[in-house]
């Protein structure tokens, strides 16, 4: 560290280490998981360890640009001062390491925008669009963002580099949008941006949905929608960007086999209903109404893609591009809920098996079962909701599609039906083994309204698209 420069600000050779909940992990456990970090890098390594955002109970140690203010630079004087004596390690200046800061914290992207024009007219523009903006008295316009702007020789350009600390609210087609308006009013280009490191899939698709309206488009299908957020980002500019390798869920999914996520959704329709019609209580009646039901809203999509892109069905267009995307979302959520609600089974029965010998173990039984036969209901009721959510795109479908495509629409329709219906009696059968509170009795309530619903918008459907005389 005692001969490293460069334009980033920094206080130690590894700078930072956060850690972030990306997914089947609380920030409580992230916040836990850099202490014991912090604690055996003091002990066994010995290095100066600092701890910010959740896992710092202080206020003024929150903010990382706080604790690496002075940089590695300020650090020998800063780190013996009481207020400033790191969480974890020795209060004392390591030349050759400077510090680390440890902490957990929401999912931040380092996200860089090309500027043709200098160094300092993407400063002025980082100025503008940062929370800190020149100070106090002239704050930035996006909040949770921190930036400034530099030169990179690989690229023979200047940059707008920024931190999004939370993307939900400053999302990443934000920045690059206003950053567009201040370099239009400074005479200078934006050509493209690029994303260092990894990227929620959340992120590019919040940003495609903007470009979607934004631009009258109708894209249902994720690959497409992740492609228009990389054009329209210009996220390829200055490196491809290849989405197998950037998206964390796309990552994740490549690390453990379809068959090891979702393994019944992912069997044939042969394995399927062999597994089905095995000497098994699962997969069950809850995984074959989550079946059912995206076959249902499948065969309402497949009508409303008949009947839009095509000369015949110009005047259609409108009403099939609000329509069909609902359908298409709700085929799409059902599919999960097949091997969710065969998981939920055996939670459930697991529950039921653990040891009842002491009052201890009697007690951590009950409440396991008490919560794993509410997940138990709560699955096959997402699976009515989901289903439900079909109805008035549906009809849409019956009264202006493809008239020739009648019978694939009643299937359809019949199909989301019986999903409900079949939801209905798995939510039934796991109330009965819970409490009859105010809880219970508005879960019955619900999925009586949800089956009573089902019943009349299925008929309804049918009753549009037969009364059709085109």
Same mark, same amino acid.
Request: charged share 25%; proline share 5%.
């Given at each position: 560290?005692?001969?490293?420069?460069?334009?980033? /600000?920094r206080m130690g050779a590894m700078d930072v280490c956060p850690f972030v909940p990306v997914a089947n992990v609380s920030m409580e456990e992230c916040v836990e998981c850099a202490k014991q970090f912090g604690e055996r890098a003091g002990k066994e390594i010995g290095i100066p360890v600092y701890l910010y955002e959740a896992a =710092?109970?202080?206020?003024?140690?929150?903010?990382?640009k706080d604790i690496r203010a002075g940089e590695y630079e300020g650090l020998a004087e800063k780190i013996v001062k009481p207020e400033w004596a790191p969480d974890f390690g020795p209060a004392q200046f390591l030349p050759r390491y400077g510090a680390t800061v440890a902490g957990a914290r929401f999912f931040l992207i380092a996200y860089n925008v090309n500027v043709l024009g200098t160094k300092e007219q993407a400063h002025r523009i980082a100025l503008n669009l940062r929370e800190s903006g020149r100070g106090p008295k002239q704050p930035g316009r996006l909040p949770k963002t921190k930036g400034i702007g530099w030169w990179v020789? %690989?690229?023979? +350009?200047a940059q707008i580099s920024m931190n999004l600390d939370d993307y939900r609210v400053t999302a990443v087609h934000t920045a690059y949008e206003e950053a567009k308006k201040d370099a239009a009013e400074l005479g200078v280009a934006i050509?493209? =941006?690029e994303i260092v490191g @990894?990227? /929620? @899939? #959340?992120?590019? @698709? +919040?940003?495609a949905?903007?470009?979607a309206e934004k631009e009258k488009l109708m894209l249902i299908e994720e690959e497409q929608m992740i492609r228009l957020a990389v054009e329209r980002l210009g996220l390829g500019s200055c490196k491809p960007f290849e989405p197998s390798k950037r998206i964390i869920e796309y990552i994740v999914r490549a690390q453990q086999p379809a068959s090891v996520l979702e393994p019944l959704a992912s069997q044939t329709v042969r394995q399927f209903v062999n597994s089905v019609g095995a000497r098994s209580p699962a997969p069950g009646g809850g995984s074959v109404a989550a079946l059912i039901g995206a076959l249902g809203a499948a065969l309402g999509t497949m009508v409303g893609l008949l009947s839009y892109g095509k000369v015949k069905f110009i005047d259609k267009e409108p009403i099939m591009r609000e329509n069909i995307p609902t359908i298409y979302k709700a085929m799409q959520d059902l599919i999960p809920l097949i091997d969710a609600d065969t998981n939920a089974y055996n939670t459930v029965f697991a529950a039921f098996g653990l040891p009842k010998d002491t009052p201890e173990q009697q007690a951590a039984r009950t409440d396991a079962i008490s919560k794993a036969t509410k997940i138990a209901i709560e699955v096959p009721l997402t699976t009515m909701r989901t289903a439900s959510s079909c109805w008035p795109a549906l009809r849409a $479908?019956?009264?202006n599609g493809n008239v020739g495509s009648k019978s694939d629409l009643e299937v359809g329709a019949k199909a989301l039906e019986l999903a409900v219906w079949g939801g209905h009696r798995n939510v039934l059968i796991n109330l009965q083994d +819970?409490?009859?509170? %105010?809880?219970?009795?508005? $879960?019955?309530? #619900?999925?009586?309204?949800? $089956?009573?619903?089902?019943h009349t918008e299925a008929e309804a459907v049918v009753k549009i698209i037969n009364s059709r005389k085109d």
């Open positions: 560290m005692t001969k490293h420069t460069g334009a980033h /600000p =710092s109970d202080r206020s003024y140690r929150k903010a990382l020789d %690989e690229y023979n +350009m050509v493209g =941006s @990894l990227v /929620p @899939l #959340e992120c590019l @698709l +919040m940003a949905k903007y470009y $479908v019956a009264a +819970m409490p009859d509170d %105010e809880w219970a009795r508005g $879960v019955k309530a #619900e999925a009586q309204r949800l $089956v009573d619903l089902a």
